[in-house]
């Protein structure tokens, strides 16, 4: 039973562009917010973007921002991370997350987000 699929990963060089989707099943399951983690082999998952549906509001991760772009499409019940300017260092499995309520931990934590994608491998070479 998945709940959010993801795609667009692959093998880039650095300075290339990549675009990740993620489709959620159920638009309920998504209704509060969505985002995209990250982890690099040997490191925790972090985290790297976000939008919340209403509002449309958009949160980055220091390290990605100005490179990355979250978005949404209400129609497909999908967002997409446009990622742009990619470096050796942006080579983790990217993990689509979804949640349909608010919970203290906040949009950075992945505790936020109950229902969670297969993950998809992003390389970046140098």
């Known amino acids: 039973q998945v709940q959010l699929v993801e795609s667009g990963g692959g093998l880039v060089q650095a300075g290339g562009s990549l675009r990740l989707s993620c489709a959620a099943s159920?638009?309920?399951?998504?209704?509060?917010?969505m985002a995209w983690f990250r982890q690099a082999p040997g490191k925790e998952r972090e985290f790297a973007a976000a939008?919340?549906?209403?509002?449309?509001?958009?949160y980055y991760a220091d390290s990605v921002k100005g490179r990355f772009t979250i978005s949404r499409d209400n129609a497909k019940n999908t967002v997409y991370l446009q990622m742009n300017s990619l470096k050796p260092e942006d080579t983790a499995v990217y993990y689509c997350?979804?949640?349909?309520?608010?919970?203290?931990?906040?949009?950075?934590?992945?505790?936020?987000?109950?229902?969670w994608g297969q993950g998809t491998q992003v390389t970046v070479s140098s």
């Open positions: 159920r638009r309920t399951i998504s209704d509060y917010a």
């Open positions: 997350a979804a949640a349909s309520v608010y919970t203290s931990s906040g949009y950075y934590s992945d505790s936020m987000y109950p229902y």
């Open positions: 939008v919340f549906w209403s509002g449309g509001n958009t």
